[in-house]
């Protein structure tokens, strides 16, 4: 029997031999390039019970794809071992995402009796990590950064006891053998403690900033109560505003932090420790500068041994944040950490166990009553490289490189697509490095050269220009927002057609200018531009971005105000001159490209409320304003409507800006316009998917982009074109930003390989 899917790394061989022997069966199991071969030898009734409950009892980490059994002679053999691995074909064994510590390895940590208690690198077969470990397939202990620690005997005794729980755990270790704690100076001297933890706790109660090396990289730390130290770390680590991520040490801890749902606890006890994003409780005992003017605080639980000492010796909820500074990689090489972040960490906690492979938290955020699945926000750690499937075959290799903000890649072959884990915004060396280093890991991981190269239509991404300089492939561009159609359809399972309503930022158009409010019709290999936003001016083309006042400013233009004063809520922001400087721009169109972006609208709303003229993380202003509108949609919404514009739908806001513009002016609360603003864009699109599904004969509508990261906006679009009969998804296994480009551009290229076409 052939047994594919996750079941390398998950305890899948012992549960096999347990299996057997129970039934009486004799033969062997073992691990190669391709997952699990085995052999069963026995009765036809007793054999029949094994397949059948090979897939059905599998351990809980384990996901069995496939068994594939095969007859042949009986060879006699007298019982059932467990064989040595083997290597030599073309691997297709998937590799298990990381996984947070077990409840067993938890007690043994806290029993005084046990050869581990108080060891933070505890593991078994049903935790620990893989994916940042692992250096090739098969997973075992020699292709991983465990290589180089020498099992003492009673380790060695488990790993090869099939009744263990650690049998052939390839992290396996001790504090005899295993790997070991340092407390670092900045300078890289060790601070010499007997005790590293205890060190460490008793530097962070006394308000230090502390690097610490976890799973798939550095954190750096502080507690999460202490003003001082919160606002030390913000400045050292050159970000501004955007809020910190917290760890709480279990659920009642986070409890105190957060208003969880009952999904929200699920999520934070889930095996994959995201973030996850959540209410602020108004009595949080957290700093101002966690989170400032955020109604939202992103809180996870422990996922390691390290973690779970740590937090039980601060006795607090710790700042766990990032290793890294604004806009570069999470630091995860113990030479490149000292060298990046001695600068912002008072001391660092580390260890000699190699990280191969660096992976940022995931985040989520729950959405509550609409599904049972997440909003993907960032999927990192505890999630990849788990493969998603391809609803049509990638006839050839294919590597598609994504988008630049939110980076990842995805590797495809035949059905199976591996997304990577979150790399960052590729916009610097730092970055492009780790993106390369990725590729090249994961094309020798699942032993995918790539024949079809594809990439995003803009010229100037980094990962463009990465494609177009590989050597000996062919490649394909597919248009931004198509990517995003692509990925939601194709993880659903669908090719098509749909309508797809994808909000963002910033994309490139066929047509040269700057998309991002797009009424798609299409399939998985091709669409056509059916709607859209009103397109206007973006005075001083990326400064627009940085400054969504000027956004105000030429929306006020485009609605009618041809010399239109600053709101007084800017007044103290920006002065006439400079005000009256970016009108000028704006009317005449020169260093000003045409957006059609939704999130350029949401930022202009955002500047005349007063919420945020400037921001300093990417949707800023937009989140801000999300969270001024609260948990309801109060008053009716603002007009915003749905014009035929020749072929096309145009979405037009410039009536929703004069109305926001002139409730401001009246005093109405930025709660009541926010709300009202939101409503309008649901409304709208809710209308104009309904108007192209009717024309084009589909029931099918898709939501993504990254304006979709809005709850409130998601959960009335949803509602509205669900009362309208229509079939909506949304994207749950891969983020609706551009996190899920890559995975969208493999899929279109598939398709597009296989000859698909849009029905006329």
């Given at each position: 029997?052939?047994?594919?899917?996750?079941?390398?790394?998950?305890?899948?061989?012992?549960?096999v031999?347990r299996?057997?022997?129970?039934?009486?069966?004799?033969?062997?199991?073992?691990?190669?390039?391709?997952?699990?071969?085995?052999?069963a030898?026995?009765?036809r009734?007793?054999?029949?019970?094994?397949?059948?409950?090979?897939?059905?009892?599998?351990?809980?980490?384990?996901?069995?794809?496939?068994?594939?059994?095969?007859e042949?002679?009986?060879?006699?053999a007298s019982?059932?071992?467990?064989?040595?691995?083997?290597?030599?074909?073309?691997?297709l064994?998937?590799?298990?995402?990381?996984?947070?510590?077990?409840?067993?390895?938890?007690?043994?940590?806290?029993?005084?009796?046990?050869?581990?208690y108080r060891?933070?690198?505890?593991?078994?077969?049903?935790?620990?990590?893989r994916?940042?470990?692992?250096?090739?397939?098969?997973?075992?202990?020699?292709?991983?950064?465990?290589?180089?620690?020498?099992?003492?005997?009673?380790?060695?005794a488990?790993y090869?006891?099939?009744?263990?729980r650690?049998?052939?755990?390839?992290?396996?270790a001790?504090?005899?053998?295993?790997?070991?704690?340092t407390?670092?100076?900045?300078?890289?001297?060790?601070?010499?403690?007997?005790?590293?933890?205890?060190?460490?706790?008793?530097?962070?109660?006394?308000?230090?900033v502390?690097?610490?090396?976890?799973?798939?990289g550095?954190h750096?730390?502080?507690?999460a109560?202490?003003?001082?130290?919160?606002?030390?770390?913000?400045?050292?680590?050159?970000?501004?505003?955007k809020?910190?991520?917290?760890?709480?040490?279990?659920?009642?801890?986070?409890?105190?932090?957060?208003e969880?749902?009952?999904s929200?606890?699920?999520?934070?006890?889930?095996s994959?420790?995201?973030?996850?994003?959540?209410?602020?409780?108004?009595?949080?005992?957290?700093a101002?500068?966690v989170?400032?003017?955020?109604?939202?605080?992103?809180?996870?639980l422990?996922?390691?041994?390290?973690?779970?000492?740590?937090?039980?010796?601060?006795g607090?909820?710790?700042?766990?944040?990032?290793?890294?500074?604004?806009?570069?990689?999470?630091a995860?090489d113990?030479?490149?950490?000292?060298?990046?972040l001695?600068?912002?960490?008072?001391?660092?906690?580390?260890?000699?166990?190699?990280?191969?492979v660096r992976?940022?938290?995931?985040?989520?955020r729950?959405?509550?009553?609409?599904?049972?699945a997440?909003l993907?926000?960032?999927r990192?750690?505890?999630y990849?490289?788990?493969?998603?499937?391809?609803?049509?075959d990638a006839?050839?290799?294919?590597?598609a490189c994504g988008?630049?903000?939110?980076?990842?890649?995805?590797?495809?072959?035949?059905?199976r697509?591996w997304?990577?884990?979150?790399?960052?915004?590729?916009?610097?060396?730092?970055?492009?490095?780790?993106?390369?280093?990725?590729?090249?890991?994961?094309?020798?991981?699942?032993a995918?050269?790539?024949?079809?190269?594809?990439?995003?239509?803009?010229p100037?991404?980094l990962?463009?220009?990465?494609?177009?300089?590989?050597?000996?492939?062919?490649?394909?561009?597919?248009?931004?927002?198509h990517?995003?159609?692509a990925?939601c359809?194709?993880?659903?399972?669908?090719?098509g057609?749909?309508?797809?309503?994808?909000?963002d930022?910033?994309?490139?158009?066929e047509?040269g200018?700057?998309?991002?409010?797009?009424?798609?019709?299409?399939?998985?290999?091709?669409?056509?531009?059916?709607?859209s936003?009103s397109?206007?001016?973006?005075?001083g083309g990326?400064?627009?971005?940085?400054?969504?006042?000027?956004m105000?400013?030429?929306?006020?233009?485009?609605?009618g105000?041809?010399?239109?004063?600053?709101p007084?809520?800017?007044?103290?922001?920006?002065?006439?001159?400079?005000?009256e400087q970016?009108?000028a721009?704006?009317?005449?169109?020169?260093?000003?490209?045409?957006?059609?972006?939704?999130?350029?609208?949401?930022?202009?709303?955002?500047a005349?409320?007063?919420?945020r003229?400037?921001?300093?993380?990417?949707?800023?202003?937009a989140?801000?304003l999300e969270?001024?509108?609260?948990?309801?949609?109060?008053?009716e919404?603002?007009s915003?409507?749905?014009?035929?514009?020749?072929?096309?739908?145009?979405?037009?806001?410039?009536?929703?800006?004069?109305?926001?513009?002139?409730?401001?002016?009246?005093?109405?609360?930025?709660a009541?316009?926010a709300?009202r603003?939101h409503?309008?864009v649901?409304?709208?699109t809710?209308e104009a998917?309904?108007?192209?599904?009717?024309?084009r004969?589909?029931d099918?509508?898709v939501?993504s982009g990254?304006?979709?990261?809005?709850?409130?906006?998601?959960?009335?679009?949803?509602a509205l074109?669900?009362?309208?009969?229509?079939r909506?998804?949304?994207?749950a296994?891969?983020?609706?930003?551009?996190g899920?480009?890559?995975?969208?551009?493999?899929?279109a290229a598939?398709?597009r390989?296989?000859?698909?076409r849009?029905?006329?």
């Amino acid at each position: 029997m052939r047994v594919t899917g996750t079941v390398q790394g998950v305890g899948f061989r012992p549960f096999v031999y347990r299996l057997a022997r129970e039934l009486g069966l004799t033969g062997y199991v073992l691990n190669d390039d391709r997952g699990v071969l085995l052999e069963a030898e026995g009765g036809r009734s007793k054999v029949d019970a094994f397949l059948t409950r090979l897939a059905i009892d599998a351990p809980p980490l384990a996901t069995v794809e496939r068994v594939s059994p095969e007859e042949v002679e009986p060879t006699g053999a007298s019982g059932f071992e467990i064989a040595a691995s083997r290597r030599g074909g073309t691997p297709l064994a998937l590799v298990s995402p990381d996984v947070a510590t077990c409840a067993a390895c938890l007690l043994e940590m806290a029993d005084p009796r046990d050869r581990r208690y108080r060891y933070p690198f505890t593991n078994c077969t049903d935790c620990g990590p893989r994916f940042t470990i692992v250096r090739d397939v098969p997973y075992d202990r020699p292709l991983t950064t465990m290589a180089e620690f020498e099992m003492c005997g009673l380790c060695r005794a488990e790993y090869g006891d099939p009744s263990d729980r650690r049998f052939h755990a390839q992290p396996n270790a001790c504090p005899k053998c295993g790997p070991t704690l340092t407390l670092l100076e900045p300078g890289g001297e060790s601070v010499g403690a007997d005790d590293p933890l205890a060190a460490a706790a008793e530097a962070l109660r006394g308000g230090a900033v502390l690097a610490v090396k976890g799973l798939g990289g550095y954190h750096l730390a502080c507690r999460a109560g202490d003003e001082v130290a919160c606002a030390a770390l913000r400045s050292r680590k050159h970000r501004e505003d955007k809020p910190f991520a917290l760890m709480a040490a279990n659920l009642p801890a986070a409890r105190e932090l957060v208003e969880l749902t009952a999904s929200e606890e699920a999520l934070l006890l889930g095996s994959e420790r995201p973030i996850v994003v959540a209410r602020r409780r108004p009595d949080a005992p957290v700093a101002h500068s966690v989170a400032p003017g955020s109604p939202d605080l992103g809180v996870m639980l422990p996922y390691t041994p390290l973690h779970h000492l740590l937090l039980a010796e601060v006795g607090e909820t710790l700042v766990m944040t990032s290793g890294n500074l604004s806009d570069e990689p999470i630091a995860y090489d113990d030479a490149e950490a000292l060298r990046r972040l001695s600068s912002i960490a008072d001391l660092l906690l580390v260890h000699d166990r190699p990280i191969h492979v660096r992976a940022d938290d995931s985040v989520v955020r729950s959405l509550g009553d609409l599904r049972e699945a997440p909003l993907m926000l960032r999927r990192s750690r505890g999630y990849a490289p788990a493969s998603i499937s391809l609803p049509v075959d990638a006839s050839r290799a294919v590597l598609a490189c994504g988008a630049e903000l939110k980076s990842t890649f995805c590797l495809a072959r035949g059905r199976r697509a591996w997304v990577s884990h979150h790399i960052g915004d590729l916009k610097n060396y730092e970055t492009l490095r780790s993106f390369e280093e990725g590729v090249a890991h994961f094309e020798r991981l699942f032993a995918v050269s790539p024949e079809v190269v594809v990439c995003d239509l803009h010229p100037d991404y980094l990962s463009t220009r990465y494609a177009l300089a590989r050597e000996g492939v062919e490649t394909m561009a597919v248009q931004h927002h198509h990517a995003h159609l692509a990925a939601c359809l194709a993880e659903h399972g669908e090719q098509g057609p749909a309508v797809g309503a994808i909000y963002d930022g910033t994309g490139y158009g066929e047509d040269g200018t700057v998309w991002g409010g797009e009424l798609l019709f299409g399939d998985i290999a091709s669409y056509e531009r059916a709607g859209s936003l009103s397109p206007v001016p973006m005075p001083g083309g990326e400064r627009a971005v940085l400054e969504p006042w000027r956004m105000a400013c030429s929306w006020l233009i485009a609605a009618g105000h041809d010399r239109p004063s600053a709101p007084s809520a800017l007044a103290e922001a920006v002065s006439p001159e400079r005000w009256e400087q970016v009108a000028a721009l704006a009317r005449s169109g020169f260093g000003s490209p045409s957006t059609s972006s939704m999130g350029r609208l949401f930022d202009a709303v955002s500047a005349l409320c007063g919420l945020r003229s400037t921001v300093t993380y990417e949707g800023q202003a937009a989140i801000e304003l999300e969270a001024a509108a609260g948990a309801g949609f109060e008053g009716e919404p603002y007009s915003l409507p749905v014009r035929d514009a020749g072929e096309r739908l145009e979405l037009d806001a410039r009536e929703t800006v004069c109305a926001v513009a002139r409730d401001l002016a009246r005093g109405a609360g930025t709660a009541l316009v926010a709300a009202r603003f939101h409503a309008a864009v649901a409304v709208a699109t809710a209308e104009a998917c309904t108007r192209i599904a009717a024309a084009r004969g589909t029931d099918l509508v898709v939501l993504s982009g990254g304006v979709f990261n809005n709850r409130l906006l998601v959960e009335r679009t949803f509602a509205l074109l669900e009362g309208r009969g229509l079939r909506v998804l949304l994207p749950a296994l891969l983020p609706a930003g551009d996190g899920g480009i890559s995975y969208g551009q493999a899929a279109a290229a598939a398709a597009r390989l296989a000859g698909s076409r849009l029905p006329t």
